[in-house]
């Protein structure tokens, strides 16, 4: 079973601008979450998604969205980007069993801003 | 409310020596607990997981660790630290299945 694949794996962009990362799970996962990484802060919940809709939200300006489809798939946008918001975002999916939820992380999309 | 102490930011073992790497956790429920580590520059791999089966859980790479309920300890050990060891480590806590809280995380150094 192919594991969960983000895309781009590593982006620059210029402080202003939007970038949208992508993030496929596992297959049969319907719930998609986002982290942001830094080395000063750490792993930092961004929001969770179920069957389409935001289940769960960090404490994150609005300039940081997400979506998922009905094929699970999700994408997160940062617009208005900023210097601060050079970080590694991973996503991870999980899905229901019987011995409880375990969620399975990507490799991260590395989102430097110049 | 949930959290998760990971009680030592740093590690240092040399190879062939025992790892112990130490979490506390708080949890109003019943919790499932977690060990990820994550190598430079890749994503979070699952070492391991509880819940509330076995209080001894084994996972990959020879690491393995004891939910300790009345201590409220999760730690990870390992008999025998290799060089491929070297990496950060998470522990996790979820009481609900849909919500995750990390520790901060242990950077752990194998000297040769």
């Known amino acids: 079973k192919a594991g969960v694949t983000q895309t781009p794996r590593y982006l620059i962009k210029t402080r202003g601008q939007q970038v949208t990362l992508s993030c496929s799970p596992i297959s049969g996962h319907r719930s998609v979450s986002w982290y942001q990484q830094t080395p000063g802060q750490g792993l930092q919940f961004l929001f969770e998604?179920?069957?389409?809709?935001?289940?769960n939200k960090g404490n994150f300006p609005g300039r940081f969205s997400g979506r998922q489809f009905s094929n699970s798939r999700s994408e997160m946008n940062v617009s208005t980007l900023e210097l601060g918001d050079s970080a590694l975002y991973l996503c991870a999916s999980s899905a229901r069993s019987s011995s409880g939820n375990t969620i399975y992380f990507g490799e991260g999309s590395w989102l430097t801003v110049v | 409310a949930q959290s998760v102490t990971q009680l030592d930011s740093h590690v240092s073992v040399s190879e062939g020596t025992p790892v112990l790497l130490r979490c506390n956790y708080s949890?109003?429920?019943?919790?499932?607990l977690f060990w990820y580590v994550q190598h430079p520059n890749k994503g979070l791999q699952l070492l391991l997981k509880?819940?509330?089966?076995?209080?001894l859980v084994k996972g990959i790479n020879g690491f393995e660790a004891e939910f300790k309920k009345s201590e409220t300890s999760f730690h990870l050990t390992k008999p025998s630290a290799h060089m491929s060891d070297a990496a950060e480590y998470f522990c996790?806590?979820?009481?609900?299945?849909?919500?995750?809280?990390f520790g901060t995380g242990t950077s752990l150094t194998v000297i040769p």
């Open positions: 509880y819940t509330s089966a076995a209080t």
């Open positions: 998604y179920f069957s389409e809709t935001q289940r």
């Open positions: 996790v806590v979820s009481a609900t299945g849909n919500q995750f809280y």
């Open positions: 949890s109003s429920y019943s919790p499932s």
